[in-house]
């Protein structure tokens, strides 16, 4: 009979190696000392042509949205994102000027957080499959903030030190998943407060051509609106208007409690629409926090703009008025973003500004974003020349979640004065020349009656903050 065998490990010491495996692991732990000291292989290509705004790289399979970065011969840097491709050809947009590139000069692949990406880390997921794109800064370390599209300070307030980054472009949401607007918010302005109440979780567009004072209503807005954060995105507009909005219109308390993230209009295509997809991230973030955020972005015609100028670089064809089909398939993805969150959670509030150009009310990119938007404020030039501040013209302008937030008596007395404040338009010529016989229209004599009264109540100073309360309790008082 065999003797059993013993299987019970041994006590502490290990078998010693064989000379020849002692060889082996030798030249193995020199062989791992020689690839730490090797510099490692990068993910690159080269740029073979550059034309006007774009980029042509080879050599480099990426994603369109991926995040490139080109470094130049005297030592500078280029970020750039693939924005289309042809065969092996990549189009990449630069963030900033293309000056010094040279041809044949190196493109590098970079990660979702900015890093040199190494062979095998593409297409490997970094985070959750649903935040594939590039991630930037986000946090309550940000309030009181300037940030550039690129998550950098431009204030002087040193680093940012956030405790967590954000997706720049977010998963799409389920219409099912997000709670009704049920719940009015008090912006602080008497003529919408009344005449076109704002639900917390809607989307409303600021319609206004040129110097009718909508940067100065937006700046009433993020002073008196009660929510918890405000994130404001100056996308495409002047840089002297940057400073004055943060300064004289937002002010410290506005500021206080404001991220604001600005691509003015010498900034590159790339940064303007990224400086309105970062925005609507750091909202998003605080609306995942529970937090109740109102976004004011200014302007979404300029965010159009900026994806026209990057669509016809890389050569889509124009449709409407030299806007490419991308520009109309881009604006309710970045507006669907905004809205209420899950039941019980936190919301985005959202004004978009729509610059008309020469007041034209059917441009294409004013007709898109009232179908997508859940109300629209117009303002009108006329009342703006003739001292009508706010210049809201509440004849043109709706709300559209109004009549499921509102009192029914609410809405009686705003339908009575709009039918008096419309028939007195429609007759001030009438009036004025003195063809109008008091007495042969009951409407139109109480119009006439009350018409200074109605447009004290829709005028209001910029240093003066009237609640719901408040302003419901004037309308009422115009027909005491």
Request: with cysteine; net charge negative.
């Amino acid at each position: 009979m065999t003797a059993p065998v013993d299987t019970a490990s041994p006590a502490t010491t290990e078998p010693a190696l064989p000379l020849f495996s002692t060889r082996w692991k030798t030249y193995l732990d020199d062989a791992a000392g020689l690839l730490k000291a090797v510099e490692p292989v990068l993910v690159s290509g080269r740029i073979t042509r550059v034309t006007g705004l774009v980029m042509e790289a080879v050599g480099l399979k990426l994603a369109v949205g991926s995040a490139c970065s080109v470094p130049l011969p005297n030592g500078g840097l280029i970020e750039a994102e693939v924005v289309g491709f042809e065969g092996e050809r990549l189009y990449l947009m630069p963030q900033g000027d293309v000056d010094g590139v040279v041809p044949g000069t190196a493109v590098y692949a970079l990660d979702n957080f900015g890093e040199l990406a190494r062979p095998g880390s593409l297409p490997v997921p970094r985070r959750r499959s649903t935040d594939r794109g590039r991630h930037l800064p986000a946090g309550d370390e940000l309030l009181g903030r300037v940030l550039d599209g690129n998550g950098r300070a431009l204030d002087t307030l040193g680093p940012l030190n956030t405790s967590h980054t954000a997706p720049l472009n977010a998963r799409v949401a389920n219409p099912l998943g997000r709670a009704p607007i049920t719940e009015p918010l008090d912006v602080g302005i008497r003529a919408i407060n009344s005449m076109l109440t704002v639900g917390r979780g809607q989307r409303m567009g600021l319609f206004a051509g040129s110097g009718v004072g909508k940067s100065v209503l937006l700046g009433m807005m993020a002073r008196y609106t009660d929510a918890d954060v405000i994130v404001v995105g100056l996308i495409g507009e002047r840089g002297r208007e940057v400073k004055e909005f943060i300064e004289q219109i937002l002010g410290p308390e506005g500021l206080a409690r404001s991220v604001v993230v600005a691509a003015p209009a010498d900034t590159s295509p790339l940064m303007r629409l990224q400086g309105a997809a970062y925005a609507t991230a750091l909202a998003e973030d605080f609306r995942d926090q529970g937090k109740h955020v109102l976004l004011i972005m200014d302007s979404l015609t300029r965010y159009a703009m900026a994806q026209r100028e990057i669509a016809l670089a890389i050569g889509e064809p124009p449709a409407t008025k030299g806007y490419p089909p991308s520009v109309f398939a881009k604006l309710p993805k970045l507006v669907e973003r905004a809205g209420n969150g899950i039941e019980g959670g936190g919301s985005i509030t959202a004004f978009y500004t729509v610059l008309t150009e020469g007041d034209d009310q059917q441009d294409p990119i004013a007709d898109a974003a009232r179908a997508i938007l859940d109300g629209h404020i117009v303002l009108d030039r006329t009342l703006a020349e003739s001292g009508h501040y706010p210049a809201i013209d509440i004849e043109q302008s709706i709300s559209r979640a109004m009549q499921s937030i509102t009192t029914s008596a609410h809405q009686k007395s705003t339908r009575r004065l709009k039918q008096l404040y419309s028939r007195y338009q429609r007759s001030r010529d009438l009036i004025s020349v003195g063809a109008y016989s008091p007495g042969s229209d009951n409407i139109l004599d109480e119009a006439i009656a009350l018409h200074d009264k109605i447009d004290r109540f829709l005028q209001q100073e910029i240093a003066e903050q009237s609640t719901i309360v408040q302003s419901l309790g004037q309308l009422d008082a115009l027909f005491e």
